[in-house]
C-alpha cells in the first residue's frame, strides 16, 4: 500500500519554529513537496525537493524562513518552518510523485499522491 503520512504539526506562537515530517511507504518517489490549506481557500504550493536534494523551490512567502530536505534512506522528507507567523496557519500536506531525479514541481495537479495533513496553528 502506497502511504504518505505526516506528523509534527502543532500550536506555536508567532517567530516560532516547527519542523514537519513526512514518510513515504511502499513505493520510492522522486519529486516530493510541501502544501498547505487554510480554511476557506485554495491549496497552495510551499516547497518541493527534488530526488538529489540538489533541486528545491519555494512559494516567495516562504523563502529565507522554510527549508525543505529529504534522507532518502529513511524514505522521508521534512519541512523546517521558522519564524512563523499567524498567516502560516494551515493544514500541511505531503505531496509526492514520480520525476525526473533533478526535477520538482509547484503544481498541484503534477502530484498523484497525498498524506493526509498535519493542522500547524500560529498563534500572535
Known amino acids: 500500500q502506497v502511504r504518505l503520512v505526516e506528523s509534527g504539526g502543532g500550536l506555536v506562537q508567532a517567530g516560532g519554529s516547527l519542523r514537519l515530517s513526512c514518510a513515504a511507504s511502499?513505493?520510492?518517489?522522486?519529486?516530493m513537496g510541501w502544501f498547505r490549506q487554510a480554511p476557506g481557500k485554495e491549496r497552495d504550493f510551499v516547497a518541493a525537493?527534488?530526488?538529489?536534494?540538489?533541486?528545491?523551490a519555494y512559494a516567495d512567502s516562504v523563502k529565507g524562513r522554510f527549508s525543505i530536505s529529504r534522507v532518502n534512506a529513511k524514505n522521508t522528507v521534512y519541512l523546517q518552518m521558522n519564524s512563523l507567523k499567524p498567516e502560516d496557519t494551515a493544514v500541511y500536506y505531503c505531496?509526492?510523485?514520480?520525476?525526473?531525479?533533478?526535477?520538482?514541481?509547484?503544481?498541484?495537479?503534477?502530484?498523484?499522491?497525498w498524506g493526509q495533513g498535519t493542522q500547524v496553528t500560529v498563534s500572535s
Open positions: 511502499g513505493r520510492t518517489f522522486t519529486t
Open positions: 525537493i527534488s530526488w538529489s536534494g540538489g533541486s528545491t
Open positions: 505531496a509526492a510523485t514520480l520525476r525526473g531525479f533533478y526535477e520538482t514541481s509547484n503544481s498541484l495537479s503534477d502530484y498523484n499522491t
